[in-house]
């Protein structure tokens, strides 16, 4: 099933080029900050699954482009993202010049903050930074937690997710904390919807394509990975608690890049569906917002 938030942050369900609002099955449904009611439903899926699917098939199907989408997660707990965890994106990120002799560290993840989500056709706002850094598009798969996930073992992780989608690790590259490179406004593009677990029998067997401005930048499957949806995901819940509607995003591929205002980025994984967003240009009036606080007061 795939599952969307749409227009007043209503529920909907898609089929093909269709989407049948089942808002009805959420009554405590809320269209504010912090949607309170998306956790819920995803903690719950499994009972209000028979009633979401009495829902569609009592609802009108409309055609999807009629509707503006939303992230499907909101304002999600915790965005939990793999570092280096494909090959082949490890060999060139050690390539780069400024990384002489520097290794990054595998098999380790970092926060995103949740504030940094957006959804399908989003906007991105470029950040005001000094003219020699560049943000670069990281197209990723994302797993999202169905339960509440504590020291789960690596062969049991994958009965936790509650589903699947494309995520958009936008990156300020070069020096600087990754949690703020990561983390400007409109940094983490999410969806363009869930599909729920039962429809991807194996994460780590999807190909996962980005396209700048209509060219093919990434185009990887997801057994490139170091190590797999279910390590990271177990590895997590040994540090720390995940909660359904938090986020796994399991890092990206080899072909990162460049990217410039007015510059289209989308995104595809197999099984799940196309992610698309626009970037803004710089706004003139944001301070900049890269060099830090600068000397400490003494
Ligand atoms: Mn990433």
Known sequence: MRLALFDDYRL??????????????????????????????????????????RA???????????????SPLPWP???????ANYHEHHREMAARPHRAGQ????????LKAPASVIGHGGEVAMPRVAADREVHHEAELAAVVGRRMRNVP???????????????DMTLRGFGDRSRRKSYTGFTPIGPWI???????????????????????????????VYSTA??????????????????????????????AGDVVEMEVERIGRLRVTMLPIDPAQPVAEIGLGSPRT
């Open 12 to 53: 909907g369900v898609v089929e093909s080029e269709t989407i049948r609002d089942v808002s009805s099955v959420v009554p405590n449904r809320d269209a504010e900050w912090p949607w309170a009611f998306v956790p819920r439903f995803i903690a719950h899926f499994d009972e209000l699954r028979p009633e979401v699917e």
């Open 56 to 70: 569609v098939a009592r609802a009108e199907a409309r055609p999807l482009s009629s509707v503006r989408l939303l």
């Open 77 to 83: 707990g915790q965005i939990v993202a793999a570092a």
């Open 103 to 110: 290794q990054t560290a595998q098999g380790e993840f970092f």
């Open 154 to 168: 690596v062969e049991k992780a994958l009965d936790y997710v509650f589903g699947y989608t494309c995520l958009l």
């Open 195 to 225: 599909v729920t677990a039962d429809e991807i029998p194996d994460p780590q067997d999807l190909q996962l394509r980005l396209w700048r401005n209509g060219d093919l930048r990434q185009d990887t499957n997801t057994r490139d990975m």
């Open 231 to 260: 390590e990271m995901l177990a590895y997590a819940s040994a540090v720390m608690t995940l909660y359904p509607g938090d986020v796994l995003t399991t890092g990206t591929p080899a072909g990162v890049g460049p990217v410039e």
